[in-house]
């Protein structure tokens, strides 16, 4: 077996690959294109498709194909193979330069949210060369982008290399300010700490509802649930160490950064971590993780549930999305130093991410929201709807001191004695991890919390670097035109942005009622709990300003993503309610009846054999059965009745999910888990959720 090294982007044509098979001008060229941005010609484009298309054959490879992020949430692929007909009646295997560029894929069945009309099917794929081909199972990957046949963007890919290059542009302004003249250009780093659920696959295939939706719609809360806190960190049972050890190899053979591994709060959910990499990048690794999850899942009779919910009374998976910027240098621009309050550079940027935050904070709760976030969001597991930043002590004091022009006194380095003298000391953080925070500094990075685990972190990502790039912009556009002494104008700055903005700064108990209240009573924050509302931003005039004037979006583009978002959430809902439908008419009515028949059998048979018997147990299980049979009945009809009004347009229809739909849906769940609590578990149609949770 390989070493991890050896086998470490073994299918990925990486730069140490391209390195030895291009020539050097060749190579050297295709380094401008993927760091300059320099035009990549056909010549150029058909020397690496050469090389690529023979490294891919000689590691199994038959086939091609562009590898792209549609507006489904997903990836798409189309296969085509390499074989081109020879003179001889045989074939060839060839790969050209206009088939690595470009393709066109049938558009027509993608979401476009209006876009184009669905007869009109042309689309295109384009080469991302920042983002390096792989091979899985025998077909070589190519990342690109995809957009319409008029030009617009149809992925998430495309909107987020617009705006990193509007976070590049717009901080490379305030580095040569900085007299930073050596930095070439500016990236943005991303690690997203993925969360989801293992269950055991025969009894997944038992459930509709899992099957339908990805999380269960029916289930009453077993005796033991997460309540002893002995699941996190605990001892990683075989099965799923095997599953992890599995995923590891696969997701290392891909280049991804596979890290750390870990059981999460809940029983049977667990976490992966990568190593930081490259925003647009750390993208496409995300997609291939989560679609890996599946596939190694499957081989171990396991299915990986990546659903915000899976289960009702239990945490939720998220997606920590931990962002940074750093230049070509390898310098994190948001690394506070030893005294964060001589840093100038650093200081500027940090409140250029806290006015970003502040001014597109209805964006960035717009950013993560979907209808299985709904129900994780503000859950006391997750952070809360209202968007607000955590600091920490030493910047709080920092900011503090420069918003009242008063000295900064520095707060005192805690050595951490553990109280045992064999145990080493060490000096504690400055600051603390505050999980109730939606964005929240961690040292030299920030914490974007919000994300559901079954999202693309593309569209967050997004949403921040446009935001912090148009605070740049007004800084630089500010300190170029500064009248004066360059570093008292950069002082003011500075204060001016803290007073304006530190509403959206807070440190505390981001699950307290009385935050929610001081957030929007007091502060004047959004608190945009579910999607029909956070939806709403991204029509906002501001934010459409915002994101066209930097070139992220058109117009048009945006009112696309708000069409099919709200399709989405109307779809997504839609199914689960017509799902409980089915499954409480064909599965659990049937059930309980069954079992009340039973009942009513065997007591009559009790009383016919001893008259003098009470027989208050069967009597008191048979009419509340009865009466739950009837209740489940109509609220069955009442959900139906409910679905089948929805009309008008998709904004329409989600409101009406929001308040009506939803209310329904609930009412209904409310009363079956309450017959499945009196039911026989061996009537029960399906896996419960003791069964579920604890079954691997």
């Not at 199972?137 to 690109?144: A, G």
């Not at 070509?328 to 005294?339: A, C, F, I, W, Y």
């Not at 700055?493 to 304006?500: G, N, Q, V």
């Not at 994101?547 to 069409?563: A, F, P, V, W």
């Amino acid at each position: 077996m390989s070493t991890v090294p050896e086998m470490f982007g073994c299918m990925v044509f990486d730069d140490k690959v391209m390195r030895a098979r291009l020539s050097a001008d060749v190579y050297r060229s295709l380094r401008d294109t993927m760091n300059k941005g320099k035009k990549l010609d056909l010549s150029l484009a058909n020397a690496v498709a050469a090389a690529m298309c023979e490294w891919a054959v000689e590691n199994g490879a038959t086939h091609f194909t562009h590898w792209f992020q549609p507006l489904t949430g997903i990836t798409a692929e189309k296969h085509d193979s390499f074989i081109t007909p020879a003179p001889d009646s045989h074939v060839i295997m060839e790969f050209s330069g206009k088939n690595l560029i470009t393709g066109e894929p049938d558009a027509s069945s993608f979401p476009s949210g209006g876009l184009r009309a669905t007869f009109e099917a042309r689309g295109y794929t384009a080469w991302d060369p920042t983002s390096y081909a792989f091979i899985k199972e025998k077909t070589l990957c190519i990342p690109t982008a995809f957009c319409s046949y008029g030009g617009e963007a149809l992925d998430k890919k495309t909107p987020l290399l617009r705006s990193m290059e509007a976070l590049n542009r717009e901080a490379m302004r305030i580095l040569k300010l900085f007299g930073r003249t050596d930095v070439k250009h500016v990236v943005t780093n991303v690690g997203p700490e993925q969360e989801y659920f293992l269950v055991d696959r025969d009894m997944y295939l038992k459930r509709k509802d899992l099957i339908y939706t990805g999380r269960t719609l029916f289930g009453a809360r077993p005796p033991k649930g997460q309540e002893l806190d002995d699941h996190y960190f605990g001892a990683i049972k075989p099965r799923v160490k095997a599953f992890m050890e599995e995923l590891n190899e696969e997701l290392w053979k891909l280049g991804i950064y596979a890290k750390t591994e870990h059981n999460e709060v809940a029983p049977c959910q667990h976490e992966l971590a990568p190593i930081f990499t490259t925003g647009n990048i750390a993208s496409d690794h995300n997609q291939l993780t989560m679609e890996i999850m599946k596939k190694v899942a499957r081989k171990h009779n396991l299915v990986c549930l990546l659903h915000e919910k899976p289960f009702a009374g239990v945490n939720g998976s998220g997606k920590h999305n931990n962002w940074s910027i750093a230049t070509d240098k390898g310098v994190n621009l948001l690394s506070p130093g030893e005294t964060p309050y001589d840093n100038a550079q650093f200081l500027l940027f940090l409140v250029a991410v806290i006015r970003a935050v502040d001014e597109y904070q209805g964006l960035l709760r717009m950013s993560v929201t979907s209808a299985g976030n709904d129900h994780r969001l503000g859950a006391n597991e997750a952070p809360p709807a209202i968007v607000s930043m955590f600091l920490g002590d030493e910047l709080t004091a920092v900011l503090e001191a420069i918003e009242t022009d008063s000295p900064y006194e520095g707060t005192e380095k805690h050595r951490l004695r553990l109280g045992a003298d064999v145990l080493p000391r060490f000096n504690r953080d400055t600051t603390d991890r505050n999980r109730t925070s939606p964005f929240a500094f961690t040292g030299n990075k920030f914490e974007f919390r919000m994300v559901g685990s079954n999202d693309s972190i593309s569209c967050a990502n997004v949403m921040i670097n446009g935001a912090v790039a148009d605070s740049l912009r007004i800084f630089a556009d500010r300190l170029e035109n500064c009248e004066g002494d360059f570093d008292t104008c950069l002082h003011d700055l500075i204060r001016d942005t803290i007073k304006e903005h530190k509403r959206i700064l807070f440190n505390g108990n981001g699950y307290d009622d009385a935050w929610v209240k001081e957030a929007t009573e007091v502060r004047g924050l959004k608190n945009l709990r579910t999607t029909p509302d956070a939806l709403q931003m991204v029509l906002d005039p501001s934010n459409v300003e915002m994101l066209t004037s930097q070139k992220i979006y058109t117009e048009t583009e945006l009112h696309s993503r708000y069409e099919i978002s709200m399709e989405n959430y109307v779809r997504t809902v839609r199914i689960e309610a017509l799902t409980m439908v089915d499954m409480a008419r064909k599965e659990i009515l049937p059930a309980v009846v069954r079992y009340c028949g039973d009942l009513s059998a065997g007591l009559n048979a009790k009383k016919a054999a001893a008259p003098e018997l009470a027989c208050a147990y069967e009597t008191r299980q048979i009419k509340r059965l009865s009466v739950l049979i009837d209740g489940i009945d109509d609220a069955t009809e009442v959900l139906e009745r409910s679905v089948l009004a929805l009309e008008g347009d998709n904004t329409k229809q989600a409101f009406h999910i929001r308040d009506e739909v939803l209310c329904r849906m609930a009412e209904l769940r409310a009363l079956c888990d309450e017959a499945e609590t009196m039911t026989a578990a061996s009537y029960w149609p399906f896996p419960t959720y003791g069964d579920l949770l604890f079954g691997v």
